[in-house]
Every structure is written in structure tokens, then in C-alpha cells.
């Protein structure tokens, strides 16, 4: 296993291979150990742009392998003081890092600090730009199988809000195709959709309540303000209004169906309380499943990192 042992978009998966992380992650979560790996083997964690969830739980999975764990912080670092992305991957790597988990606000940096790394460095994207979030949607995968079962087929999804602006949405929705969904819903306010050619088997629906009709998995997604030019939503409370997941509107699709949302939330605009903190809510199991998909991720990379 060598450079296929990066994971910078689901588009470097095959079914087979998204089938065998899923079941990799979910022996970590049954109590597996970590295979043998380099006594000396190191992670490396560069965000570029915030983050709780990703960075936390990788670090989390790292421990869980019993690896070295390197975490870089841009406020206390010299890239505060103007070092590029790529003279501060160098200088890390210099330090013997294996693996290094990426997060950059640009699509395609992760990718573009892949190509300038030494041939048996790794990288996995945790996020980059609009483009891909490959472990997130891993991640929702488990949780979606664990909740409706292995067989993706007859899944119906229904992936709602700014999906223009998500990374979290694309990876989701080629994991899915992948996966052999065949209903897969998407809506939200015109300006916030994707153009149809990104998402070629998904149905474009106008009205929320027909997007949610009879779904069993509703992926909901933060409005992404930090990456959207100027008046592209009226208010946050127009948006509630019409494309906000509340109890009344949930009741629309299935009664066991699940919502998801990869956070952070806006409470009150994409999402309600009701439904966040609702019996029908995964929010929480697919942050615990980030653990051990990541887990798995690293593991892959580090075994595909021959020093
Ligand atoms: N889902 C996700 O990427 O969350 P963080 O930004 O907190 O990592």
C-alpha cells in the first residue's frame, strides 16, 4: 500500500474499500486494538481553520493507536508570523512525522501539500475549501449503517440547507453513490444549491416538505456564513422559517428516520432544539464515530508510510 493510502477525497475510495474502513472503525467502536505499527510513528495535525470535532477526534484516534502525536496550533505558531502553509509542512515533516491531517481554507491545498511531500509521507484531508471532508463523510456512513442497516440501496436521503457552500455535503453525497443509494433528495434556498452537474443523481426539490417526504436519513447543514459572499440569505430567521428542520417538518418523513448534522450548529436556524436535542437526533453518535473512522483512516495511512 503506498500513495493510495492518502485520503484526500472519497473519490480515491472504491465501495469496497469505503466497506472496509466502515468495518474497520466499527471493531474499534466493539474494543479492537490498533495493529503493530513503528514504534516511533507520528501524526501530525495542521489546521489551518478551526475546528472541535475533526481535530479532537483525530487526535483522539491517534492516541487509540498509541502513536506520537504532533498538534499545530496557527495562533501560537510561525505562520502567524507569515510562513506558508508549505515551508510549515516541510519543516514539520523534517521532524519525522509519518502522517499529517490536514485542514486549509483553499480547495485543493491539501492535495497541493501532498504533491510537494517526501514519498512516504501520508496525508488525509480533514477538509478542505468547499471541495471534500472524506473522513466526515466515512464517518455519517457508520452512522448511518448502524442506525438503517448495511444495505445502502434503499435508503432514502434527504440532504438539506447551504450545500453550496459544504464540503461535508459533497463528500456525503459521493459516499452515497457509492454506496448504492439511489434516492438522494437535496433543497435548500436557490443561491445555496450546487450547480446539478456536481450532484448528477441527486433530485433538486423545491419545497422542503416534499424533500423530507418519506425520507429515512435527513442530513442537515450549517449555514455557512464565513464562506458566502453577500446577501445570498435574507435573514437567518427567513431561512428558519423556510428551511429550518423543526418537529412539524420532520414529521414529514419517516417516523424512525435519523437527523444528522456534522456541526457546529446554528441552533434556531437550520436546526431546532427540539430536533438537535430530539430522540430521532445521531448528532452525538457521529461524533463518537469520527473516533473510530479516523482510527481506521490513520491506521491505513501509517501502514501505507514505510520510512
Ligand atoms: N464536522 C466538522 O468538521 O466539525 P469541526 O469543524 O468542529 O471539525
Same mark, same amino acid.
Given at each position: 500500500?503506498?500513495?493510495?493510502?492518502?485520503?484526500?477525497?472519497?473519490?480515491?475510495?472504491?465501495?469496497?474499500?469505503?466497506?472496509?474502513?466502515?468495518?474497520?472503525?466499527?471493531?474499534?467502536?466493539?474494543?479492537?486494538?490498533?495493529?503493530?505499527?513503528?514504534?516511533?510513528?507520528?501524526?501530525?495535525?495542521?489546521?489551518?481553520?478551526?475546528?472541535?470535532?475533526?481535530?479532537?477526534?483525530?487526535?483522539?484516534?491517534?492516541?487509540?493507536?498509541?502513536?506520537?502525536?504532533?498538534?499545530?496550533?496557527?495562533?501560537?505558531?510561525?505562520?502567524?508570523?507569515?510562513?506558508?502553509?508549505?515551508?510549515?509542512?516541510?519543516?514539520?515533516?523534517?521532524?519525522?512525522?509519518?502522517?499529517?491531517?490536514?485542514?486549509?481554507?483553499?480547495?485543493?491545498?491539501?492535495?497541493?501539500?501532498?504533491?510537494?511531500?517526501?514519498?512516504?509521507?501520508?496525508?488525509?484531508?480533514?477538509?478542505?475549501?468547499?471541495?471534500?471532508?472524506?473522513?466526515?463523510?466515512?464517518?455519517?456512513?457508520?452512522?448511518?449503517?448502524?442506525?438503517?442497516?448495511?444495505?445502502?440501496?434503499?435508503?432514502?436521503?434527504?440532504?438539506?440547507?447551504?450545500?453550496?457552500?459544504?464540503?461535508?455535503?459533497?463528500?456525503?453525497?459521493?459516499?452515497?453513490?457509492?454506496?448504492?443509494?439511489?434516492?438522494?433528495?437535496?433543497?435548500?434556498?436557490?443561491?445555496?444549491? %450546487? +450547480? /446539478?452537474?456536481? *450532484?448528477?443523481?441527486?433530485?433538486?426539490?423545491?419545497?422542503? !416538505?416534499? @424533500?423530507? #417526504?418519506? &425520507? $429515512?436519513?435527513?442530513?442537515?447543514?450549517?449555514?455557512?456564513?464565513?464562506?458566502?459572499?453577500?446577501?445570498?440569505?435574507?435573514?437567518?430567521?427567513?431561512?428558519?422559517?423556510?428551511?429550518?428542520?423543526?418537529?412539524?417538518?420532520?414529521?414529514?418523513?419517516? %417516523? +424512525? /428516520?435519523?437527523? *444528522?448534522?456534522?456541526?457546529?450548529?446554528?441552533?434556531?436556524? !437550520?436546526? @431546532?432544539? #427540539?430536533? &438537535? $436535542?430530539?430522540?430521532?437526533?445521531?448528532?452525538?453518535?457521529?461524533?463518537?464515530?469520527?473516533?473510530?473512522?479516523?482510527?481506521?483512516?490513520?491506521?491505513?495511512?501509517?501502514?501505507?508510510?514505510?520510512?
Amino acid at each position: 500500500m503506498g500513495l493510495e493510502s492518502n485520503l484526500i477525497a472519497i473519490s480515491d475510495l472504491t465501495e469496497p474499500k469505503i466497506r472496509e474502513l466502515m468495518a474497520r472503525a466499527r471493531a474499534f467502536s466493539e474494543g479492537a486494538l490498533g495493529r503493530q505499527l513503528p514504534r516511533d510513528a507520528c501524526v501530525a495535525t495542521l489546521f489551518f481553520e478551526p475546528s472541535t470535532r475533526t481535530k479532537l477526534s483525530f487526535q483522539r484516534a491517534a492516541q487509540r493507536l498509541g502513536v506520537d502525536l504532533l498538534s499545530f496550533e496557527v495562533a501560537n505558531s510561525s505562520a502567524s508570523k507569515g510562513e506558508t502553509a508549505l515551508d510549515t509542512m516541510r519543516n514539520i515533516e523534517a521532524m519525522g512525522v509519518d502522517v499529517f491531517v490536514v485542514r486549509h481554507k483553499e480547495d485543493g491545498a491539501v492535495a497541493g501539500l501532498a504533491c510537494e511531500a517526501g514519498e512516504h509521507t501520508r496525508f488525509v484531508n480533514a477538509g478542505d475549501g468547499r471541495s471534500n471532508h472524506p473522513t466526515q463523510a466515512l464517518l455519517d456512513m457508520v452512522t448511518i449503517a448502524q442506525n438503517k442497516g448495511e444495505d445502502f440501496s434503499q435508503r432514502r436521503v434527504a440532504i438539506v440547507g447551504d450545500i453550496k457552500h459544504s464540503r461535508v455535503a459533497r463528500s456525503d453525497y459521493q459516499a452515497l453513490v457509492l454506496l448504492g443509494v439511489r434516492d438522494i433528495r437535496v433543497c435548500g434556498p436557490k443561491p445555496l444549491l %450546487p +450547480d /446539478a452537474d456536481e *450532484m448528477p443523481d441527486a433530485v433538486f426539490v423545491d419545497r422542503l !416538505e416534499d @424533500a423530507l #417526504a418519506d &425520507a $429515512d436519513v435527513v442530513m442537515t447543514l450549517r449555514l455557512q456564513r464565513e464562506r458566502m459572499e453577500c446577501g445570498l440569505v435574507e435573514s437567518t430567521e427567513a431561512y428558519h422559517r423556510d428551511y429550518g428542520i423543526t418537529a412539524a417538518r420532520l414529521a414529514h418523513a419517516t %417516523p +424512525d /428516520a435519523i437527523v *444528522m448534522h456534522p456541526g457546529p450548529m446554528n441552533r434556531g436556524v !437550520e436546526i @431546532a432544539d #427540539a430536533v &438537535a $436535542d430530539g430522540a430521532q437526533s445521531r448528532i452525538l453518535q457521529q461524533v463518537r464515530n469520527g473516533v473510530f473512522v479516523r482510527a481506521a483512516v490513520l491506521e491505513r495511512a501509517l501502514e501505507g508510510s514505510r520510512r
